[in-house]
């Protein structure tokens, strides 16, 4: 029945509509619903053709100035190249800047997107638009990437879809949208969020899924106890309704709830200590144990991870930001997490993307920094069937625009789920009945693709 | 009804004479006409959909209007476009149209029709007649479905429909097998392309009739089997209208509830709380035959009742804290806070509905006051925020703050805005092309919108000089308190006033003319200089006659009391969506119109009434009855209460940070977003909207796997079951038995009493744990974890 949705155009089919639709509305649409979500049988495809499996997005919240860093330009004049050199990589014909040395060595296994531009030079917006792959309107509220990945492909039982280290701009964005709060991420909390102070004994120690790791002091065991007096007590309820979706879904939940808990999957992705030291020390601190435990998720079966630090927003002395706090960071944990995926054989069906809500202006301001700019900016795409040691476009001279093969968020949207066998003009049905396709204007771009 | 099966329906093969096309149930088409026949098929079939050939770029080359609003645009797209290549006259089997829906030659959205259906039978004669074109042909004068608004059919029984069509030249005819039918429950009856009505299962569902833009509704009903049962006393006119409704589909009403399950139910139905143990008892010890009445009258005088239904109206509004005019969130939370107290207040009040409704549309900063004035109390209120949360602006005679957003609203935003929030309609649809299934135009659509296009808020325009004077003033003595660098960052007087000229004012992209300000299917707004024409929609908002005002807000209140409206969802009034009991909407409507717009009379009448004292439990007519209101239906709780139904059951106070005063309730705190990050997650899994649609399916009650878990494992969660003067811990220093212990812990979470089973097995449980504490906690976890906990019954 779901491959035949696409060609059902309007609203108002009646699959559609209970099992995607008004998810919100009591009476009409419970069913469906639960039905959907609770059975993890029904919930999305598992498309033999994909390429990808997972993904793991690598943000760095605030607008990196990317032509410091994946498209640098010694040669531009002077008050737009900035302070740093370029160097090679491994990948013949590509550079870098200087301050990505271990970038370098990896860049045969990435592709750089050099002509990503949109036209949003404003935070939360622009996070909405690179993160859902949909332009934010006032009348919709699209889902993350990371949602739709929850929404469309089969997770196994017990193991959480969607993870997030970060909290994009306080929740505003990284949202389940109109999909409904069952899509939302399971977030990860601890000092992961790249804000530790670098102490090797504390690397990794304090995460916890929020929901899913039981706190301290709260055993599997007593959970067992536990539950079983509450079978006692919930039992009677069901003689109020035997014929109630709404106490049969809690019911699977409860279930489900308590395979999470009790798989050892998601909790020893999140024990680093099984890793070797000399790994560890090469992801590094700051967002490091982050990208290993994504790493870790990954290999338990999670389809989505968002991660990353901030704050990239460098309005004043970028050189010295990007020289201190930020890039040796995301140099060392993202080339450590790309080379950590090919060594296992995992970077074939995992992608990775790095990218911010936009670059930053060519132009150097009177502060040393650089401002706000949407209409150029370059992301890093690695894994998961996309070309190896490859820039895709490039921007003019001055790195004001793209001069070849202009991209979009939506266009990496369309062109991520594309690998992930999920077709990017898939129709949904809003709460409100309004037909809307997961990336209406995103263009799979097929030169990516290796 | 999906639309391969119609396809796969639609290929039965049919023999037609030469010249006449034999339709699906034994009619038949002389002559073919482009707008009755072929237009109503093209929508039927699927080709003029917007993610089709309707699409504003269309598909593969061919594009016609969407949803087929432009009959010469599409004729000319089909017999002429494309070299005419769409139609072969000479050869009407070889037209590109009939090879690409037949499937014949590839085509993206796969065979429509076979070659051997009465659809493509009526398409090439159509072909084979010249494939012409009458303007106006199908102009439909009246349309009409037999059976009328009920279709009632018999479990495992068939019925026919049968859709007449009257048209402008004075002909008509049939056309059931042209009109598109959906039905909004297939388990209850199944609906075939050509109206055969199948009956599957008793209850109750929507059926739409689709032609050509033009919409008509059914409810189907299928009634339970056995002998018709025995029903109680009505209590009020709203019971007459339920039992009405329910004696068609031969259900009878479950027993009335029990004591415990009333209180429990009306509890945190009016105020977000949980009845407590005392409560419980004296209201059981209470012998007098009116204690029901007594107990809903103070439950709706109740603080709480006023600050929930605050709440409720801060998402109809649209209270979303993030968008509030400036940058600084603390001051947004704060004002938030204010919005939620003007409208609380006026619950408390209990301020006509109408007047409620008025005072935030036709909202100015001035309120008609002198500048002085305005100024005075502005500084007055901004000093207030500086120091709390208590504001004098609750007595601020209309809600400016609806109006005072930091990014500009256009003006088809509000007009959505209102329409959801007031009427109860969505328009959105309607802003780039007809609505499909509703009366709205794309004219309407603009026309309602420029009401707002004297609205104006910004920095630098004040309603008069005297007014710019003075806060210029005041903003340049506020700017003179702070550095320079936190220029940003002040708090600086702004207005919300009508300007003279409309500025605002948009076209309508389709004319490319600017509509005269129009109220919805009403009267036209004049636009003077010095009069606000949100007055005028006001002015027709509230009569006693609107055909939405009252029936959408009493409907709000209907849904919240039973966990569904008679319209679902509560915002889509629309001509597709029919309410469920027409006469106890109207009924309910009347009360509240009757009453001056009284709400706590409506709610009283709703409270009192039979329907919703009736048991959760069942009986054998009604066991798939959800939305007739035969049983009082399981229903989760808004995010808000979930926190404070915790909360109660736990005896603890919930740690707001700054945000809130301690003490505060969840459903007094007025900012869709917190800080605090803890509450922020738990009003977040449980669908709390964060109010920047205009849509009430923003706040999503359906229960998810997080909420599980998070009554599971929740740290703050566990820690509360612990808190030093918690319930837990209270009920250990009494040194109570264990018995007393186990019955005060169910009466305080379940608002029952444990059963014999259920005592037995917690006494053993706290024999065999020896720490009291830690037993007591386990039995407490227990219980939070219950589904009878976490939902109404």
Redesign the interface.
């Given at each position: 029945m779901s491959s035949l949705r696409r060609t059902d155009c309007e609203g108002f089919h009646r699959r559609n509509f209970l099992q995607l639709g008004s998810a919100g509305l009591l009476g009409l649409s419970l069913p469906g619903f639960l039905a959907a979500q609770a059975s993890a049988k029904e919930k999305g495809t598992d498309n033999p053709k994909a390429k990808a499996k997972s993904v793991i997005l690598v943000w760095l919240a605030g607008g990196p100035a990317t032509i410091d860093m994946w498209d640098n330009k010694p040669d531009a004049p002077e008050g737009i190249r900035g302070e740093f050199k370029s160097i090679s990589t491994s990948a013949p014909g590509i550079q870098f800047a200087e301050t990505l040395p271990k970038m370098a060595k990896v860049a045969d296994k990435v592709s750089v997107v050099r002509s990503l531009y949109h036209t949003i030079p404003s935070h939360a917006p622009a996070t909405i638009f690179m993160t859902t792959g949909n332009k934010p309107t006032a009348a919709l509220q699209y889902p993350a990437l990371g949602s739709v990945a929850a929404k469309m492909l089969k997770t196994e039982t017990g193991i959480p879809p969607y993870v997030s280290f970060i909290d994009l701009r306080g929740g505003l964005a990284g949202g389940a949208g109109y999909l409904g709060t069952g899509y939302n991420a399971f977030t990860v909390e601890g000092n992961a969020n790249g804000r530790d102070k670098g102490d090797k004994a504390d690397k990794g120690a304090a995460f916890r899924l929020r929901g899913i790791t039981l706190p301290n002091g709260f055993s599997l065991a007593d959970l067992d106890k536990r539950d079983q007096l509450l079978r006692t007590f919930d039992d009677g309820f069901r003689a109020i309704d035997q014929n109630n979706d709404l106490v049969d879904g809690l019911d699977t939940f409860h279930k489900q709830a308590l395979e999470i808990l009790r798989s050892e999957k998601t909790r020893r992705a999140f024990n680093l200590n099984e890793e070797k030291q000399s790994l560890r020390d090469s992801y590094g601190t700051g967002i490091g144990p982050a990208a290993l435990a994504a790493r870790r998720l990954v290999e338990a079966g999670v389809r989505f991870v968002t991660l990353g630090f901030g704050s990239w927003d460098t309005h004043q002395k970028t050189f010295d930001a990007h020289k201190t706090r930020l890039v040796p960071n995301l140099d060392s944990a993202l080339s450590t997490l790309i080379a950590d995926l090919a060594d296992r054989g995992m970077l074939d069906d995992t992608i990775v993307m790095c990218a911010g809500e936009f670059g930053r202006t060519p132009k150097v301001n009177k502060n040393g920094g650089r401002d706000h700019w949407a209409r150029s900016m370059a992301c890093v795409l690695a894994g998961g069937g996309l070309k190896r040691g490859y820039v895709h476009g490039a921007t003019d001279a001055s790195g004001m625009a793209p001069a070849t093969d202009p991209v979009t968020p939506d266009d990496v949207a369309s062109t991520i789920f594309h690998q992930l066998g999920v077709n990017p003009q898939t129709e949904l049905q809003t709460p409100t009945g309004r037909p809307i396709q997961l990336f209406r204007e995103g263009r799979v771009v097929e030169k990516l693709i290796a | 009804?999906?639309?391969?099966f119609c396809a796969l329906v639609l290929c039965v093969a049919f023999t037609a004479p030469a010249g006449a096309v034999d339709l699906p149930g034994g009619g038949k088409v002389e002559k073919v006409d482009f707008e009755r026949h072929i237009m109503g098929l093209m929508s039927k079939v699927?080709c003029n959909?917007?993610?089709?050939h309707?699409s504003f770029q269309g598909k593969n080359g061919f594009r016609v209007s969407l949803f087929g609003y432009d009959p010469e645009f599409d004729h000319k797209a089909i017999a002429r476009d494309n070299l005419g290549r769409r139609v072969n006259v000479g050869a009407p089997d070889d037209s590109l149209f009939l090879l690409k829906g037949s499937g014949r030659m590839t085509h993206e959205?796969?065979m429509r029709f076979g070659k051997d259906s009465w659809v493509y039978a009526t398409f090439r004669e159509w072909i084979a007649q010249g494939a012409t074109w009458t303007a106006g042909s199908g102009s439909i004068v009246e349309m009409t479905v037999n059976p009328k608004d009920f279709a009632v059919v018999k479990e495992g029984q068939e019925k026919q429909l049968t859709v007449r069509a009257k048209f402008a030249d004075g002909t008509e005819e049939e056309i059931t097998p042209f009109c598109d039918f959906?039905?909004?429950?297939?388990?209850i009856a199944a609906v075939s392309p050509t109206g055969l009505l199948t009956a599957r299962k008793p209850g109750d569902a929507g059926l739409?009739i689709l032609y050509r833009g033009t919409v008509r509704a059914v409810r189907v009903l299928v009634p339970a089997p056995g002998k018709p049962g025995v029903f109680p006393k009505p209590v009020n006119d709203l019971d007459r209208e339920v039992f009405a409704k329910l004696k068609l589909l031969n259900m009878t009403p479950s027993e009335l509830s029990s004591d415990l399950e009333f209180l429990r139910r009306v509890t945190i139905d009016t105020t977000a709380q949980l009845p407590t143990p005392d409560g419980i008892r004296a209201f059981l010890a209470d012998k007098s035959p009116n204690k029901r009445e007594k107990k809903i009258d103070e439950l709706l005088a109740h603080p709480l009742h006023a600050a929930l239904w605050a709440t409720k109206l801060s998402d109809i509004t649209g209270n979303n804290t993030?968008a509030l005019e400036t940058n600084q969130q603390p001051l947004k939370v704060k004002r938030s806070q204010m919005w939620h107290d003007w409208l609380r207040k006026r619950v408390a009040d209990n301020t006509p509905y109408d007047k409620l409704v008025r005072d935030i549309l036709t909202a100015t900063s001035a309120d008609g006051k002198k500048p002085e004035e305005w100024i005075a109390f502005t500084k007055k209120v901004d000093e207030q925020l500086t120091k709390g949360n208590k504001t004098d602006y609750p007595d601020k005679p209309s809600l400016d703050l609806f109006w005072r957003r930091q990014q500009q609203?256009p003006v088809e935003?509000w007009g959505?805005k209102v329409a959801a929030a007031f009427l109860g309609v969505?328009l959105?649809?309607a802003q780039c092309h007809k609505h499909?299934?509703d009366r709205w135009t794309q004219e309407e659509y603009w026309a309602f919108a420029n009401i707002f296009g004297q609205v104006t808020f910004n920095q630098t325009q004040f309603s008069s000089p005297e007014a710019k004077k003075l806060a210029t003033e005041e903003n340049d003595a506020r700017k003179a308190k702070v550095e320079q660098r936190n220029a940003n960052n002040i708090n600086l007087v702004r207005e919300v006033f009508v300007v003279d000229r409309p500025a605002r004012m948009k076209p309508n992209p389709a004319t490319n003319r600017v509509p005269t300000p129009r109220t919805l299917g009403g009267p036209e707004v004049t636009i003077k200089p010095g009069v606000d024409a949100r007055v005028q929609l006001a002015d027709w908002l509230t009569t006693k006659e609107n055909p939405f005002f009252a029936r959408s807000f009493a409907n709000r209140v209907w849904a919240h009391y039973f966990?569904?409206g008679l319209v679902?969802?509560v915002d889509?009034f629309s001509l597709a969506n029919p309410p469920t009991n027409p006469r106890l909407l109207d009924r309910l409507a009347k009360e509240f119109t009757d009453t001056g717009f009284d709400l706590r009379k409506l709610e009283k009448a709703i409270l009192m009434s039979r329907a919703y004292q009736t048991s959760?439990?069942?009986n054998a007519s009604n066991?798939?009855d959800?939305?007739n209101f035969a049983r009082s239906?399981?229903?989760?709780l808004m995010a808000e209460q979930v926190v404070d139904v915790l909360n109660a059951a736990l005896a603890v106070d919930e740690a707001f940070g700054t945000e809130a005063p301690s003490g505060y309730k969840m459903v007094e705190v007025g900012a869709s977003?917190l800080n605090n990050a803890n509450l922020?997650?738990i009003l977040?899994?449980?669908?709390r909207p964060?109010r920047?649609?205009?849509?009430d399916?923003?706040?999503?009650?359906?229960?998810?796997?997080?909420?599980?878990?998070?009554r599971?494992?929740?740290?703050i969660l566990?820690q509360k079951m612990r808190a030093p003067n918690g319930r837990v811990q209270s009920l250990v220093k009494k040194k109570l038995a264990d018995e007393s212990m186990i019955e005060e812990m169910f009466l305080a979470t379940?608002s029952r009493f444990p059963?014999e089973?259920?005592k037995t097995?917690?006494a053993k449980?706290l024999t065999e744990n020896t720490n009291k504490t830690e037993a007591l906690a386990?039995?407490m976890?227990?219980?939070i974890?219950?589904?009878?906990f976490?939902?109404n019954?």
């Open positions: - | 009804m999906n639309r391969t699927g959909l917007g993610s089709c309707g959205g796969g959906k039905i909004t429950d297939d388990a739409a993030d609203v935003i959505e969505r959105e649809c499909p299934t966990g569904i679902n969802p889509d959760a439990k069942p066991t798939f959800r939305m239906y399981v229903r989760p977003r922020s997650y977040r899994i449980f669908g964060p920047t649609t205009a849509c399916c923003e706040r999503s009650a359906e229960p998810a796997l997080p909420q599980t878990l998070f599971m494992t929740d740290p566990l379940l059963t089973k259920e097995e917690a449980f386990d039995v976890w227990a219980l974890n219950t589904r009878e976490i939902l019954h």
